[in-house]
Each structure stands twice: as C-alpha cells, then as structure tokens.
C-alpha cells in the first residue's frame, strides 16, 4: 500500500514491529490517508500543509466518526515522527492533550456527590469528544465551573480538581532514588539538571520536546528559571515553575494575551485566553494543573499532599507557578538543615 508515495508499506512494518495490533494498524492508515487526501483538495500536502488544516479536518471527522478521528490522532502521533516531521506534533498536541479531562471530571462528580449532582452539572452540555477543535472546550469549562461552584461550593470544587484530570508524570526509579540520597535539596537538584541535559539533548539531536523543536534560545530561557524542572525548596514547599506549553511562540510573541495562551497547556481554559473571555471561568480550574505535580509526589511522600496555584496565565500571569507542600515527616528524614 504504497498509497501517493507516503511510505505507507514502510509505515504499516513500522507499526508490525511496534506491536501495534493489525486491526488498529488498518484504522491508522485509513485515518492518515483520509487526511492526505483532504490536504490534496485544498492543495496543499502532507510535507507542507498550513497550520490549521489538521485541527480543521479532525473536527470535522470527530462530529461525524470518533472512532475514526481516534485513528487520526493515534495514526498520525507516530505517522509525523516516522516521515521526520516532528514539528506537526504541536499542532497534534493542540487537538489531543488533556483531551479526556472533562468525562474524568463527569465521572468524578458522579462517584463523589453522585449521579443527581452530576446530571445537574451537566445538563444540556455536551463534551467536546477527540479531535474536537481545542477552542471549543473553554465554553464547556465556563458553565460546568459556575455550576459546580453554585452547586457544591468552591471548596469542594477545588477538592474534585485536585487529584488532577488528566494523570501526572511517571515516578520511575526517582522514588528510589530519593530514599536513596536521604536529601531532598538534592535529588531536587540532580532532577534540575537532569531536564536540563534533556533540553540540551533535544537541542542537539533536533528533535521535540512537549512537541516543540529546541533551539539555545529555548535552552538559555529555561537555565533562567531555576525553579523549571523538578522545582526548588523553600522551606517546607517545593516551588515548581512549568514549562511553557508552546515556548518558542511564548518567546516570541508580543501582546501579553498571547504569551499567556502560550504558556497555557490546558485546551478547557487557553482559548478564552486568546479571545480575552478568560475571567468567565473559575480561577479555580488551575487547581487541576497543580494536581499534575500533586500526583507525583503523592506517590513520592506516600501520602496525600497539598498542592496549591501561585500564579498562573489564567489568573493574568505570565508563568504558571506552584507551591507543593512537603509534610512534616519527609522534612525531619530528607532535609539537611
């Protein structure tokens, strides 16, 4: 299947060898070439079409088959990489991240206030599914906040959000890591400069990090924040800045606005960022991106922790900041004083 010379026999061998289940690989390439041939129509190709097309043509497919637009997502995540087009993953990242926070959230009301509370919450709403464009979401988080604030209070509201929407990053061996060193200034550290060296190796090998090609503009700007990576402590919190979820276009564009909606990761909150619509959603939402972190080191600590939102480009700063709260017990064994 050699379909128009995109590699598509080598592609389907790539996938085999993946172990990527043969029915799976049958939907991917239908879903890739349907992409191709819609990008033919408007003249335009897969090795240089305009920002924009995909999330236009995923938006159409998600409105008519999510199955097949769950395809498109899947297919192309490992199609762009395979062909060395690892700058089409950020358009890619546009449709797809966080993509399931809101049903986790429709589930997770469900089973802590139950499915009454639930069905109020979202009556006459529908989730945007897969492949959605990203800019449909914000409308969707404006009235399930205000409803859940109204209905169950802002408190329990941000105790829903807090375990995060969406999973948080993998622990690994860093939980082994840290027990062993006994000293968490300096696991803190050695994870500092870890992130570093992968920014760096990006860097060299010209490939994407968060989806984004690295450059020394992008390596010089996260050495400047000492607190990107892993985080630094200050007395008993971690401070942890994230790294901006676009940062070559944060860097460069000019308007506050739009380094903000750069900054942002989140699809259910960056476009009303972009249309200036930002202050009709809770600013409470942002206790699920701390949730991100709170997961990791629920697991690191081995129990429950406090994370809480110290700035943030929903709120109207141009960093997303966080305070991790390191309880009592991990202070007396892991800090040297």
């Given at each position: 299947m050699e379909e128009n010379g995109y590699k598509f026999d080598q592609f389907k061998s790539f996938l085999l060898e993946s172990n990527v289940p043969e029915n799976a690989i049958l939907g991917f390439l239908e879903a890739v070439n349907g992409f191709i041939r819609f990008l033919e129509e408007k003249n335009e190709t897969i090795n240089s079409f305009s920002y924009g097309k995909l999330i236009e043509y995923s938006d159409q497919l998600a409105s008519k088959d999510r199955v097949a637009a769950r395809h498109l997502i899947l297919g192309l995540w490992r199609y762009f990489p395979f062909i060395g087009m690892h700058n089409r993953?950020?358009?890619?990242?546009?449709?797809?991240?966080?993509?399931?926070?809101?049903?986790?959230?429709?589930?997770?009301?469900?089973?802590?206030?139950?499915?009454?509370?639930?069905?109020?919450?979202?009556?006459?709403?529908?989730i945007p599914p897969l492949g959605a464009h990203p800019e449909k979401k914000p409308e969707v988080t404006k009235l399930v906040m205000k409803r859940l604030e109204e209905r169950l209070g802002k408190e329990k509201t941000k105790e829903l959000l807090r375990p995060c929407l969406h999973g948080g990053p993998p622990v690994g061996k860093d939980k082994e890591k840290l027990n062993e060193l006994k000293d968490l200034d300096k696991f803190l550290k050695i994870k500092n400069q870890e992130f570093v060296n992968e920014v760096e190796r990006h860097r060299s090998d010209g490939t994407a990090m968060f989806a984004q090609l690295v450059d020394d503009e992008v390596l010089d700007y996260v050495k400047t924040i000492p607190t990107m990576g892993a985080g630094v402590r200050d007395d008993n919190k971690i401070i942890v800045t994230k790294v901006p979820y676009q940062i070559k276009k944060f860097l460069k564009a000019g308007p506050n606005h739009m380094k903000r909606y750069y900054w942002c990761y989140c699809p259910w909150v960056r476009g009303a960022i972009k249309d200036g619509t930002e202050r009709e959603i809770s600013p409470n939402f942002c206790y699920c991106s701390g949730g991100y972190f709170k997961l990791y080191w629920d697991e690191m600590f081995d129990q429950l922790i406090n994370v809480e939102p110290l700035q943030t480009a929903l709120w109207g700063d141009m960093v997303c900041k966080f305070a991790i709260e390191i309880p009592n017990e991990i202070m007396k064994e892991y800090v040297r004083k």
């Open positions: 993953i950020e358009e890619l990242l546009d449709i797809a991240e966080s993509a399931p926070a809101m049903n986790t959230l429709y589930d997770r009301i469900a089973e802590w206030h139950g499915e009454t509370v639930r069905d109020e919450i979202f009556k006459d709403i529908e």
